[in-house]
């Protein structure tokens, strides 16, 4: 049997030879600046180096990794699983560090600032995995996104975290009465205000091209849809919890935001690993088991029943649950790995058959 038969059935695993990426950056940025960078870039590594070496130094070597693949003949369904998943765990990595450096704290901003690029992550996934194509749209979150992220950090260590808490027109010397009718948001809370309009208008264009695909196929749309419930039912019970134990937004959220960045971790392996082997479009995340316990545990005493357990123990089982979504997210990748590595001959970390020269 094959040590991957739980995540990739025998009737899917052909599908692996079939796959081919697809993908669309319509970022000006990318076009005419840092794609000539990357492209350079990607030259000073020798053609003995795999794509995964490339995934631990993240934002530049993430954009030359899948070129290094092509160059080196080792681009495959692998490199988009190793892709999207560190993608997907860094997120919650650097939000932690962002709200830190905006001087969110431990705040319902900073919980707002970790389902944005969540969200973004999973609609992104879900429009790949509907249409074949990964689009990035002209202001993305892997170009610009990040580029504003750096720029985020080399103005606070000039000026440090206080800066992001003045008022716009503070910030920029403005007179109170200047321009009246538009609210004087502090930055840090502009930043976010901005990342909620920039999500709205991906929701939009993820639509458009799901919807448009779904029809070029004569296929149904809501069934395609469907694939936005998880997420959203998993956002309103994170919420619920939160509500109902605001404790932890305010004392215990590093490891809420790890606990649920390993659960959207698996939920987005899960949905690659799909794509790439034509399986069905997966709805169930035993991870977040342990959200949905929670959460009816912290909101018993609305309908007039005691928690299970309290404040105290309620910390400790919030530890549990970022251990049992550790554990659950290796086992999927462990697993995962393997059998593609079965499958197409080849290891891992280091290119097992060589590129031929030409």
Same mark, same amino acid.
């Given at each position: 049997?094959?040590?991957?038969?739980?995540?990739?059935?025998?009737?899917?695993r052909?599908?692996?030879?079939?796959?081919?990426?697809?993908?669309?950056?319509e970022?000006?940025?990318?076009?005419?600046?840092?794609?000539?960078?990357?492209?350079?870039?990607?030259?000073?590594?020798?053609?003995t180096?795999?794509?995964?070496?490339?995934?631990f130094?993240?934002?530049?070597?993430?954009?030359?990794?899948?070129?290094?693949?092509?160059?080196?003949?080792?681009?495959?369904?692998?490199?988009?699983?190793?892709?999207?998943?560190?993608?997907?765990?860094?997120?919650?990595?650097?939000?932690i560090?962002?709200a830190?450096?905006?001087?969110?704290?431990?705040s319902?901003?900073?919980v707002?600032?970790?389902?944005?690029?969540?969200?973004?992550?999973?609609?992104?996934?879900?429009?790949?995995?509907?249409?074949?194509?990964?689009?990035?749209?002209?202001?993305?979150?892997?170009?610009?996104?990040?580029?504003?992220?750096?720029?985020?950090?080399?103005?606070?260590?000039?000026?440090?975290?206080?800066?992001?808490?003045?008022?716009?027109?503070?910030? $920029?010397? %403005?007179?109170?009465?200047?321009?009246p009718?538009?609210?004087?948001?502090? =930055? !840090?809370?502009? @930043?976010?205000? /901005? +990342?909620?309009?920039?999500?709205?208008?991906?929701?939009?264009t993820?639509f458009?091209?799901?919807?448009?695909?779904?029809?070029?196929?004569?296929?149904?749309?809501?069934?395609?849809?469907?694939?936005?419930?998880?997420?959203?039912?998993?956002?309103?019970?994170?919420?619920?919890?939160l509500?109902?134990?605001?404790r932890?937004?305010?004392?215990?959220?590093?490891?809420?935001?790890?606990?649920?960045?390993?659960?959207?971790?698996?939920?987005?392996?899960?949905?690659?690993?799909?794509?790439?082997?034509?399986?069905? $479009?997966p %709805?169930?995340?035993?991870?977040f088991?342990?959200l949905?316990?929670g959460? =009816? !545990?912290?909101? @018993?005493?609305? /309908? +007039?029943?005691?928690?299970?357990?309290g404040a105290?123990?309620?910390?400790?089982?919030?530890?549990?649950?970022?251990?049992?979504?550790?554990?659950?997210?290796?086992?999927?990748?462990?697993?995962?790995?393997?059998?593609?590595?079965?499958?197409?001959?080849?290891?891992?970390?280091t290119?097992?058959?060589p590129?031929?020269?030409?």
């Open positions: 049997m094959s040590p991957g038969n739980r995540y990739i059935p025998a009737e899917y052909a599908n692996l030879s079939k796959y081919k990426y697809s993908g669309v950056d970022s000006l940025l990318s076009k005419y600046v840092l794609g000539p960078y990357w492209n350079k870039l990607v030259t000073f590594f020798p053609i180096m795999a794509f995964a070496v490339g995934l130094v993240y934002q530049s070597l993430d954009a030359i990794d899948g070129k290094q693949a092509r160059r080196t003949g080792t681009s495959g369904p692998l490199g988009e699983l190793f892709d999207h998943g560190c993608d997907a765990l860094n997120t919650s990595l650097e939000v560090l962002a830190n450096a905006l001087h969110l704290g431990q319902w901003w900073s707002l600032s970790h389902f944005l690029p969540l969200a973004n992550f999973y609609l992104s996934t879900w429009e790949e995995y509907h249409t074949g194509t990964l689009y990035l749209s002209a202001f993305s979150g892997p170009v610009e996104g990040i580029l504003m992220i750096v720029i985020l950090y080399v103005i606070t260590g000039f000026t440090g975290p206080l800066f992001w808490v003045q008022t716009i027109r503070a910030a $920029f010397g %403005l007179p109170s009465d200047f321009l009718f538009i609210p004087d948001f502090q =930055l !840090n809370h502009f @930043l976010i205000a /901005f +990342g909620t309009v920039s999500l709205l208008g991906n929701i939009v993820a458009q091209h799901v919807i448009k695909a779904r029809k070029e196929k004569n296929r149904p749309v809501f069934p395609a849809l469907m694939g936005l419930a998880p997420f959203m039912g998993m956002s309103l019970v994170a919420f619920f919890w509500n109902a134990s605001p932890i937004v305010t004392e215990h959220l590093v490891p809420w935001i790890l606990y649920v960045g390993l659960s959207f971790g698996y939920t987005v392996g899960m949905m690659i690993t799909a794509h790439v082997t034509h399986q069905p $479009f %709805l169930f995340n035993i991870s088991i342990p949905v316990f959460a =009816l !545990n912290a909101n @018993l005493p609305v /309908f +007039g029943v005691e928690r299970l357990f105290h123990l309620e910390d400790i089982y919030l530890w549990s649950c970022l251990a049992f979504s550790a554990a659950a997210y290796s086992h999927f990748a462990l697993t995962v790995v393997n059998d593609l590595c079965d499958y197409f001959d080849i290891w891992c970390f290119i097992k058959h590129k031929k020269s030409e």
